[in-house]
């Protein structure tokens, strides 16, 4: 800037100046698109690696529902106590080849805080999404908060989606009618929604 400053006065007042060295420029610090293409995994590699998605939430959510409707089959028995004491691993291959690997993990107040979350949080390191599940009626409480910014610190760019279950238990109980237009339906259960 300063060297241009000075041509600038010397131009509009016919003055000579005594130009400054010019600074010396640093080397960039970026890659060329050829130096990033050239270290990337061929397509066909990246296409092998599964997709590995944890499952989060607090007990009796609904994750169980959730990983059969996922799978549209019933590999997660469905109980009406808490029964998921132990990450559970799912996987699901398509014909071509693509992997899902889905772990479930037990609900947060079931086991061992501590052991729970430092296992979660391995799992998290892993994950390419955290699925966070909590129930319609009842749907953020401060354990789970708690829970995502102790994953957050250790994972920091971990997409998560949170995902709301059991809106069939929303008033009105007796109206099923999915799909819901949860922006703006006008039906007493949209509303609800």
Not at 73 to 93: G, K, R
Not at 133 to 160: G, N, Q, R, Y
Request: charged share 25%; glycine share 4%.
């Amino acid at each position: 800037m300063r060297n241009l400053c000075e041509q600038a006065i010397s131009l509009y007042t016919g003055t000579k100046i005594e130009l400054a060295t010019p600074p010396t420029l640093r080397q960039p610090k970026t890659q060329t698109l050829r130096d990033i293409l050239t270290k990337a995994e061929p397509p066909e590699k990246v296409e092998q690696k599964p997709v590995n998605i944890l499952l989060v939430g607090r007990t009796c959510v609904g994750s169980s529902s959730l990983i059969n409707t996922f799978f549209k089959s019933e590999l997660a028995v469905v109980y009406v106590s808490p029964s998921t004491d132990i990450i559970q691993n799912y996987h699901w291959t398509t014909d071509t080849g693509e992997t899902l690997n889905l772990c479930d993990t037990p609900g947060y107040e079931q086991v061992k805080p501590d052991d729970l979350r430092d296992l979660v949080i391995d799992y998290a390191t892993k994950a390419d999404l955290l699925l966070l599940v909590t129930p319609s009626l009842d749907p953020s409480l401060e354990m789970d908060v708690d829970f995502l910014k102790e994953i957050k610190a250790e994972v920091a760019d971990l997409p998560i989606i949170t995902i709301v279950t059991q809106v069939d238990k929303l008033r009105p109980i007796h109206e099923w009618q999915p799909p819901y237009n949860w922006k703006t339906g006008n039906k007493p259960k949209e509303i609800s929604i």
